[in-house]
């Protein structure tokens, strides 16, 4: 996942709709508001986040953590222990965002069943196309 800007040489307006985009995409990627809500309700650690985020990588938790950091969603608190113990919070743009993910993910929970169904009716009609 690489952390480079790919909305180089382009106009100010441009710019500002990339921007947006890519907020948009790092925030409403596949384990970002999972990792988003567990971080808004205090510290949270590496191996915590591994457990409540199910079907996360290892890598993947790592790379999602780096690019919510990056993007000031999160911060990264190291403690001088041994082994070190690290921590994340989520950082006051990020807990403006939680009232919005929480009512995202109440809303897919509410119609996973009917999504399920238009899934399963879609592909039977669609069968062999």
Request: aromatic share 4%; hydrophobic share 40%.
């Amino acid at each position: 996942m690489s952390q480079g800007n790919s909305c180089v040489s382009i106009g100010r307006a441009q710019a500002r709709a990339c921007t947006v985009r890519e907020a948009l995409d790092r925030v409403g990627g596949k384990w970002s508001i999972g990792i988003l809500v567990a971080a808004a309700k205090g510290p949270v650690r590496f191996t915590e986040l591994e457990r409540q985020v199910e079907g996360i990588s290892r890598r993947m938790l790592t790379l999602t953590l780096r690019n919510l950091e990056r993007d000031g969603l999160l911060h990264r608190r190291v403690h001088p222990t041994v082994p070190p113990k690290v921590e994340y919070t989520a950082t006051p743009m990020a807990l403006e965002l939680y009232e919005s993910l929480v009512a995202l993910t109440d809303w897919a929970e509410r119609h996973r069943g009917a999504i399920s169904e238009a899934r399963a009716a879609y592909d039977r009609e669609h069968a062999g196309q």
